[in-house]
């Protein structure tokens, strides 16, 4: 009887484990996505830039970038559509078409600076924001290999 206890238990456990490892991962739950548009930040010098690409992928005709600046030191007086652009894998410049955001001045900047997108979606893209003391870049793959 012990004997049948035991053959029944360690079917139960190979079944969980066959279970476990041939299910199909919930696709919410899981990402194993390698064009994961994660938040960067940069804090060279006295301003942090921290930046959050918003809607890369989506058939938007806009690509948005969340850009937040952070200092204690300098103002923050920067045109960032003028000194901003994206580059993509190919070398090709793109210039943003507007900032909506706080303007110009004090300590601490928040806004989304807004590109026309990009089609087709290149392999990976630099946004590179000068100005605010040296150059700035972020960079982020689009396309799996």
Request: proline share 5%; aromatic share 6%.
């Amino acid at each position: 009887m012990k004997k049948i206890y035991l053959v029944l238990g360690i079917l139960i456990i190979i079944g969980v484990f066959a279970w476990l490892l041939l299910r199909k991962p919930n696709p919410i739950a899981v990402n194993n996505n390698p064009t994961s548009l994660e938040e960067q930040s940069d804090s060279q010098g006295a301003v942090t830039i921290k930046v959050t690409p918003l809607n890369l992928i989506s058939d938007d005709t806009q690509w948005r970038f969340k850009i937040e600046l952070d200092t204690h030191s300098v103002a923050l007086s920067q045109d960032l559509v003028a000194n901003s652009q994206i580059v993509d894998n190919m070398g090709k410049i793109y210039k943003p078409v507007t900032w909506e955001g706080d303007a110009a001045g004090g300590h601490h900047r928040q806004g989304t600076l807004v590109f026309n997108a990009i089609s087709p979606a290149p392999q990976s893209i630099t946004l590179k924001i000068n100005g605010i003391e040296q150059e700035r870049e972020f960079k982020w793959s689009l396309k799996s290999n």
